[in-house]
């Protein structure tokens, strides 16, 4: 894929997006949000790389390929990463255990699984967008930082100056793409709860449309906008049981009464941002809207990469070495210029997660890929020039 001087994210004229310096220039990416905050474009510019590191090696293993396979299968191995670390590393943080097993989350150890069923939609719930997946809202940070290589040295930005703005990674042809991303993956993310940070709450996007506003506000409104369901009817529809009076909700009670008239006028969003989870993951009521949806698009993706389809799965030992080699302390590690990371990026390093050298970590085994018709595809003369095979 396309990349800027600095093995950055493409740029287009013009754009989107907020130009700190007369150098910024608008990143070009899946989703045009990409630039809403340094961290999220940083995330875009990982998977770039990633593909782009992939895709060289399964050029230099299968030379006949043309650049459209090598695009593709490239795509449906990143796909496969993607899903693999979504639901066995990082879903376990985000619900509770029992939603893990109620609604079959977690891939198989080894091997295809056959999940498919055309009955089942996969397409968005509105309320598990407007309420349960805007919970990340509550962990965001005060600062987008930096942190030199001693881990010691930190360079703080505030959130609210770099809101919709490539800068921070931009700069001097993407220099501080490795001190970001060391920030990024040590410094633990805030407790989910009802509370935000002043950056997001009283200044959001206060530098283009001053004197800004506020996220909650915004997920609030938007709920209503679009007739999501209140959070008691959720408890219901989850087999929780009703609140019947604002002191269900304990100390908050007060609080909630002053602003709703009955409680079955409480917002979805604020409801299910007020119950505690597990180790810190989300209350029941977003477990519940979160494990319906994640099974849907589990349950009802045609292409889930543990399908054994024989028209486009993996080989047995390709889907192996996906499940057993994805990680995204290695993927962060190897396209950001890391030396060490933790082994789960998902958890800040202690002695149980330890750090290890970043080729330590386990790889993809892309020999596995490699298309024993090629060579003599390219070279029918015979003459060998295989590095694997000679
Ligand atoms: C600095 C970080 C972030 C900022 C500034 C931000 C900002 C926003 C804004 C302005 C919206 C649109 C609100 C509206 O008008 O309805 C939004 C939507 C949303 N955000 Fe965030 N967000 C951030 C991080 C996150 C995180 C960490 C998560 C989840 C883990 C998240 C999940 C969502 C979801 C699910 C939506 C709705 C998307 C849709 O329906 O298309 N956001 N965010």
């Not at 001087?5 to 013009?14: E, I, K």
């Not at 999220?40 to 390929?65: D, Q």
């Not at 941002?273 to 209350?283: D, I, M, W």
Request: with cysteine; glycine share 6%.
């Amino acid at each position: 894929m396309k990349t800027d001087p600095g093995n950055l994210l493409p740029t287009q004229n013009g754009g989107n997006c907020l130009k700190l310096s007369k150098r910024d220039r608008c990143p070009l990416a899946g989703d045009r949000r990409n630039n809403e905050a340094p961290n999220l474009g940083l995330n875009h510019l990982l998977f770039v790389r990633e593909h782009n590191r992939l895709s060289m090696k399964l050029h230099e293993l299968n030379p006949c390929w043309s650049n459209e396979k090598v695009f593709q299968e490239t795509r449906r191995i990143i796909i496969a990463q993607v899903q693999h670390i979504t639901y066995n590393h990082f879903l376990p943080l985000v619900v509770d255990h029992d939603t893990m097993g109620r609604y079959n989350l977690y891939s198989k150890t080894n091997g295809f699984d056959h999940v498919y069923d055309d009955s089942v939609d996969a397409s968005i719930l509105n309320s598990f967008g407007i309420a349960p997946w805007r919970y990340g809202h509550s962990q965001i940070m005060a600062e987008q930082s930096e942190l030199k290589d001693d881990y010691k040295t930190l360079f703080k930005h505030k959130i609210e100056d770099n809101l919709q703005s490539p800068h921070l990674w931009q700069r001097s042809y993407g220099k501080h793409v490795t001190s970001l991303s060391r920030w990024l993956a040590t410094e633990p993310a805030l407790k989910i709860d009802n509370f935000l940070v002043e950056g997001i709450r009283d200044k959001l996007f206060f530098i283009t449309t001053p004197p800004g506003s506020d996220l909650y506000s915004l997920n609030i409104q938007r709920g209503r906008d679009q007739g999501v369901p209140a959070y008691n009817e959720w408890r219901k529809f989850c087999g929780l049981r009703k609140y019947r009076s604002f002191d269900d909700f304990e100390k908050f009670g007060s609080n909630l009464a002053a602003g709703y008239e009955t409680v079955d006028d409480v917002d979805l969003f604020i409801g299910g941002l007020l119950e505690e989870g597990e180790n810190g993951s989300v209350g029941p009521t977003f477990s519940c809207i979160i494990g319906i949806q994640f099974q849907r698009f589990k349950v009802g993706d045609r292409y889930w990469y543990e399908s054994a389809d024989p028209d486009f799965a993996f080989t047995k030992d390709q889907l192996n070495s996906i499940k057993s080699a994805s990680s995204l302390s290695k993927i962060y590690c190897t396209n950001f210029g890391l030396n060490e990371i933790q082994d789960d990026i998902f958890k800040i390093p202690c002695s149980k997660n330890s750090l290890s050298y970043c080729r330590d970590l386990p790889d993809l085994d892309l020999y596995l890929w490699k298309d024993k018709t090629c060579a003599w595809t390219t070279h029918p003369s015979g003459s060998c020039n295989d590095p694997i095979d000679c």
